[in-house]
């Protein structure tokens, strides 16, 4: 058990969970995280609250924002700004096929050191841009890469809403993407239409895998459609699956209505198990 904070690099982005130490910051205070790079100013979204779970792998701020660590990061935002109209200008003159999607900026940490743009950019294909990577260089006066992000990358860094009116997922609390396939689609009775089923980055959505198990399960153990089963109304016809419900629908043969029936009261094994279930106590009363 230990105590634990949120913060955000940007506005309505990925949340970063923090072992907040001694510090007790609030929401809406400017901390430093620790980063690769050095430590970075980020704003705190949930303040420190403690936690049932273990808080020992959680790295730990550096401390709150001194008016030197905004002055700093007020520079950084100033150059990410200047280099991602640079990048744009130089690939509209180069005519490459390229969109930028986010620019980095590390400031040099010392002496003989130099600031470092990263450029991260989407492309039908590969690119040679390395007559861009010059051109760039020579107008932001620092070492200059470029990365080509995949199309889920891209919208992970972008960040957008999904047709759930909700931040994308990827964006926000997502730290690996997991293969989603057109058969959880299926499995779930999903529309096969690519407009339904495809998230903003154009590929399929991740929440497909989210409830993907639980309809699978609900499948191992379910009559499957056309077979027939005893319901507590009468037999019939397994006409349709409810799994949300965790149900079945069920055409009787009595008057051919329909009724929705719990898994339990038509799935064969459960019964049996309940049935040898009651029985057991009688047996050992005898």
Known sequence: MGM???VSFNRYGRLYYLDPGELRPQVGDKVLVPTDDGPEVAECVWAAQWVTDDTDGFPRLVGLAREEDLRRDETLRRRKAEAKVAAKRLIREHGLPMKV???DHVLS???GGSDRTTIYFTAPHRVDF???????GATLHCRVELRQLSA???ARVQGGIGSCGRDLCCATFLND???VTIRMAKDQDLPLNPLRISGACGRLMCCLKYEHPLYAKFQESAPAIGS???TPEGDGKVVGHSVPRDAVT?????DGSRSMCSRADVCGSRRAYDSRDQSGPQSVAR
Not at 130 to 136: A, E, H, K, T
Not at 250 to 254: H, N, P, Y
């Open 109 to 111: 940490s010392g002496e």
């Open 250 to 254: 069920v055409r009787l043969d009595a």
């Open 152 to 154: 889920r990358d891209s």
């Open 101 to 103: 999607v986010a620019v």
């Open 4 to 6: 634990l904070c949120a």
């Open 177 to 179: 993407f997991e293969p």
């Open 228 to 230: 027939r089963v005893s």
């Open 130 to 136: 390395r007559s861009l990577v010059r051109d760039l």
